[in-house]
C-alpha cells in the first residue's frame, strides 16, 4: 500500500521558516506528479505547489517567491521550504501523489504561524 508520510510542520513565528518533507513508499515515485495542499479550519483544501515528474514547479499567488517546492528521486521525498511565513500560511499541509487516475495522500503536518 502506497505511503506518504509528511513531517516537519511545527509553531513558528511570523516572518520564520520551515521545511517539510513528505516521504514516499512503495510508489514508483520518479513517474509522479506530486503536489502541497493545504487546508486551514473553516476552508477548503487548496494548491500551494506542484512539481511535475520532469520537474517542473507551480505555485499559488499566495505562496510565490516565498515557498519552493523541490523533490529528491533518490530518497523517494518531496519537499517544500516555507520562508517568510505569515499567520495566513497556518493550516495542516498534505502530500499529494498523482498519475493518471491515481491519487494518493499523506495525513498531513500542522504548520501554526503565531506571535
Known amino acids: 500500500q502506497v505511503q506518504l508520510v509528511e513531517s516537519g510542520g511545527g509553531l513558528v513565528q511570523p516572518g520564520g521558516s520551515l521545511r517539510l518533507s513528505c516521504a514516499a513508499s512503495?510508489?514508483?515515485?520518479?513517474?509522479?506528479?506530486m503536489g502541497w495542499y493545504r487546508q486551514a479550519p473553516g476552508k477548503q483544501r487548496e494548491l500551494v505547489a506542484t512539481?511535475?515528474?520532469?520537474?517542473?514547479?507551480d505555485y499559488a499567488d499566495s505562496v510565490k517567491g516565498r515557498f519552493t517546492i523541490s523533490r529528491d528521486n533518490v530518497k523517494n521525498t518531496l519537499y517544500l521550504q516555507m520562508n517568510s511565513l505569515q499567520p495566513g500560511d497556518t493550516a495542516v499541509y498534505y502530500c499529494?501523489?498523482?498519475?493518471?487516475?491515481?491519487?494518493?495522500w499523506g495525513q498531513g503536518t500542522q504548520v501554526t504561524v503565531s506571535s
Open positions: 499529494n501523489a498523482q498519475k493518471v487516475i491515481y491519487s494518493y
Open positions: 512503495r510508489i514508483t515515485f520518479s513517474i509522479y506528479d
Open positions: 512539481i511535475t515528474s520532469g520537474s517542473s514547479t
